[in-house]
């Protein structure tokens, strides 16, 4: 290509100031040599120039921007607000991003937890808690939820850090509902025990500030805490089990004497089984009363230790003060009676005073000895029980049968049995039943005296077949549970429940199926009771029917004895071609049956050979069937086809409904 | 290249800020417009055009992948939206579009301005929609090749071959017209 060739491009170029340097001097001195590019450089300056005139007036005016603008804000309104708008600014900032994944994971881990139906520690822990707590609320109700702050804050209590004695007393209070929940909960118990002590200690002291002292004064004995001046009435029991209870009893007196105490109390029982249960009171002086626990400890096997302190400090105190008032009382009206002499009837007025303050002044010094006794002498109840409480002291051997009879004729049978009946043979329960069909049973319940039981069941099971006898023993304990190697043994009476029914109404010991194809039906089949009579056997149905292509059944059902069995099945023989022939046998296990005896059934279906060609086969019938059998499955297609449809629709439209949504979402965000 | 703080600007209007897709419409309507105007030479359907795309353009700006491609794609739907409104005109307009398409240039009528703008019109007409739209926009905003060719996703030679045609083709057309003014 050469410039002459390119030359309007090269001009336009030139005009428009686009040539570079190498270009514009290439042009200026081919335009110097060709006299044709010459012309037409002309021609396009002249048409740049009407161009630049002419097409420039054309463009935009001034206010071309402006109306864009108001165009734009007038078909795209600024939404202001606007949910999603909102959601969509929001999910801009990294954190929010962060928290909305958070959430998701949380989400599908809570319905992970759901669906796996897992429940998570934390939570029943805080059931706990609130269960706890509710049951603390009816004993001290606005206890309840200082004793959880009391159980949580343990450890700064414990430093002491309390500053107030409302706080204090707040915590104390928290010592009844805590020791509810240290029953129920041993770590948490574990961990309240020392804590409460310490705390009932605290009770005595005004304030806080005390409590620490306190504190230090826990781990001292308590006999060396300042109570030498305080009303304690300490009380204990003990649940003790023991070899024997009259070597133990002197043995407690010996050690009450020795912690300078005595027995106050004793009683005892004897139970069933001849073991001895008791209890004895016994006063100690309070300072010996733990070394006395200790050694009572020792006598047997400690079942159950409780531990009590009852302060009366202030009722003594007080009724001290009122007894000291009485006193002056009393002696000013002795004065006044010495002194005054007046009318007889305020004498005698100052009289009745001066007893009803004397009678006051005996109460309460008698309520004051009380508490002096109570005080000077601590009580311990001990409670023993021998060992093996729970040996019984007999057994009883309840025995239990249970017969079933089959006969022809059951009445004679339920006659008989109730003939039976003695004062060692008592009929309970006897029952003739007769249903709508004629078909008889009976049932008959008979107690019987433990040695005539053995007689009186063979006799009966002499009486009919016996088709099942089962027998129950039973040991029951008196007066205890478990073993016993004194206990005696007795027999109980022996409960006998006996069924009696018709031979035709038990199952058969042996089924058989078999076809005879024969050519006379109905004469075969005639045949056929004979037989049956012949080997003592009954029939039990027999029907005949002819179908519409001529073939002819007859059905009968046979009873045989087993014994007789082999010899009816020779004797069929004869009649026909013997086909499909089935046997059945149900063993049936824990059941006594004579074998010899027990009924066989034999069912024999004779059939004729019929028509050749039946209104089932054929070129017709075939056509119809296949036809009809084509529809069925293309029905069936098409409903599987719904199914199928009905299934997914839902599906497709949830995703599609999900594709359209985020679709929506990141349009919105770009 | 692109400066970044421009760039910036095309990212936010992308990001769905409004501010900045103003600021981009008061920069770069006039360039649309005359793209508009080449194809359909028409003042009123060539600022409906644009205030169409410009509509347009809000609406799917999340389908720009690369900030600096903002203008080009700017300019791609104002051009289709140009040659929508030209197609549906073409139909009803087919016999005067014929007989804008055969100019009768008279001699006697060459030194009338407006027999000129006829003419120059009628010239236009006759060109390909791509190198009318480079004609105005290198009339009507004197942009320079550069430019021009970034908005109307052009190379240097293909813009350069295509100015130098459409003079080339004018001034066949006008040549009587020229040789009057002369």
């Known amino acids: 290509m050469t410039l002459h060739d390119d030359i309007d491009i090269y001009l336009a170029a030139e005009l428009h100031n686009e040539l570079s340097a190498k270009e514009q001097s290439a042009l200026h001195s081919h335009l110097l ?13 002249a048409m740049n120039k009407i161009l630049e005139e002419n097409l420039a007036t054309e463009k935009a005016d001034p206010a071309f921007e402006q109306r864009m603008l108001a165009g734009f804000r007038n078909r795209i309104p600024q939404r202001t607000g606007g949910l999603a708008k909102l959601i969509v600014d929001l999910m801009r900032l990294r954190s929010a991003q962060i928290a909305a994944v958070a959430a998701v994971l949380l989400a599908l881990v809570q319905v992970g937890r759901m669906v796996t139906g897992e429940a998570s520690m934390p939570s029943r822990k805080r059931e706990y808690v609130a269960d706890a707590e509710y049951r603390a609320q009816p004993m001290n109700a606005p206890a309840s939820a200082p004793a959880e702050e009391a159980l949580t804050t343990s450890n700064e209590l414990a430093a002491g850090r309390a500053d107030s004695s409302a706080r ?25 025990q020392p804590r409460a002590a310490k705390l009932a200690k605290a009770q005595e002291l005004p304030s806080a500030d005390a409590y620490q002292d306190k504190d230090r004064a826990a781990q001292q004995p308590p006999e060396q805490s300042p109570t030498a001046n305080r009303k304690l009435i300490r009380n204990a029991g003990v649940e003790l089990e023991i070899a024997s209870f009259d070597d133990t009893v002197p043995k407690i007196t010996a050690f009450a004497s020795e912690e300078r105490g005595y027995v106050a109390t004793t009683n005892s029982q004897k139970q069933a089984n001849g073991k001895l249960r008791g209890t004895v009171v016994v006063k100690v002086v309070p300072e010996n009363l733990d070394r006395f626990l200790q050694k009572i400890r020792g006598l047997g096997e400690l079942k159950n230790q409780t531990l009590g302190t009852d302060d009366v400090t202030k009722a003594y105190f007080d009724t001290d003060a009122r007894l000291k008032n009485a006193r002056v009382m009393e002696q000013r ?24 303050v004397r009678e006051e002044i005996e109460k309460m010094q008698g309520e004051l000895k009380f508490w002096d006794s109570q005080v000077q002498f601590a009580t311990v109840t001990i409670s023993l029980a021998e060992k093996d409480m729970e040996e019984p002291a007999a057994f009883l051997l309840k025995e239990r049968a249970q017969l079933a009879l089959y006969s022809p004729d059951v009445e004679k049978i339920y006659n008989d049995i109730k003939a039976l009946a003695s004062p060692k043979v008592q009929i309970t329960n006897a029952q003739l039943d007769r249903d709508n069909t004629g078909r008889v049973s009976a049932r008959l319940s008979i107690l019987m005296a433990p ?27 008196q007066g205890g549970t478990g073993m016993s190697e004194n206990a005696k043994t007795k027999r109980d009476k022996v409960e006998l429940n006996i069924t009696i029914s018709r031979e035709e109404q038990e199952q058969s010991f042996q089924q058989t199926n078999l076809r005879i194809r024969t050519s006379a039906v109905d004469e075969k089949a005639k045949e056929l009771r004979g037989l049956a009579e012949k080997e003592a056997g009954r029939v039990l149905s027999s029907s005949f029917s002819r179908d ?17 069995y082999p010899a009816l099945m020779q004797s069929l023989e004869p009649l026909g071609k013997v086909e499909n022939v089935s046997v059945h046998r149900q ?22 050979q019929g028509n050749i060609v039946s209104q089932q086969s054929g070129l017709l019938a075939t056509l119809r069937r296949t036809i009809a059998q084509s529809a069925a499955a293309i029905m069936w297609s098409v409903r599987m086809i719904g199914v199928a449809i009905a299934f997914l629709a839902p599906w497709v439209i949830a995703l599609v409904a999900l594709g359209w949504l985020t679709r929506r979402a990141i349009r919105a965000r770009r | 290249m692109m400066d970044a703080n421009e760039r910036e600007v095309y990212r936010a209007a992308i990001h769905g800020d409004r501010d900045a897709f103003e600021m981009i419409i008061r920069t770069h309507s006039r ?11 028409n003042r009123e359907e060539a600022e409906d055009a644009v205030q169409d795309a410009l509509v347009k353009a809000w609406k799917s700006r999340w389908r720009v992948r690369h900030p600096e491609k903002f203008p080009a794609w700017l300019c791609m739907i104002a051009r289709h939206r140009a040659r929508d409104v030209f197609r549906r005109r073409r139909v009803p307009e087919t016999l005067e579009g014929h007989a804008l398409s055969c100019p009768t240039i008279s001699h006697t009528d060459a030194t009338d301005p407006n027999a000129l703008d006829r003419q120059l019109h009628s010239a236009l007409a006759t060109l390909p929609e791509l190198h009318r739209s480079a004609l105005t926009l290198r009339y009507f905003e004197e942009l320079d090749y550069a430019s021009i060719e970034k908005l109307l996703g052009l190379s240097n030679g293909a813009l350069r071959g295509i100015l130098g045609r459409a003079l080339a083709a004018m001034r066949k057309q006008l040549r009587p017209a020229l040789a009057s003014l002369e």
């Open chain 1, 451 to 477: 040695e005539e039981s053995d007689a009186q069941i063979a006799k009966i099971k002499a009486m009919g077949r016996v088709e099942n006898f089962q027998v129950q023993t039973e040991r029951v304990t």
């Open chain 1, 333 to 356: 009206l002795i004065d006044m009676l010495k002194t005054k002499t007046g009318k007889v009837s305020d004498l005698l007025q100052v009289e009745k005073e001066l007893a009803r």
């Open chain 1, 168 to 192: 204090a007393e707040m915590a104390v209070d928290s010592v009844a509902s805590g020791q509810q929940l240290e029953d129920e909960k041993k770590e948490l118990g574990q961990l309240h």
């Open chain 1, 587 to 608: 063993d049936r296990t824990g059941a006594q049956i004579d074998e010899a005896n027990a009924p066989a059934d034999v069912s024999i279906q004779v059939y004729s």
């Open chain 2, 31 to 41: 360039q649309l417009f005359a793209i508009a105007y080449g194809i359909l030479q």
């Open chain 1, 33 to 45: 040599d060709c006299a044709a590019c010459r012309k037409l450089h002309q021609e396009t300056k």
């Open chain 1, 548 to 564: 519409p292509n001529g073939r002819e059944f007859a059905n009968v059902c046979l009873r045989v004895p087993m014994k007789n």
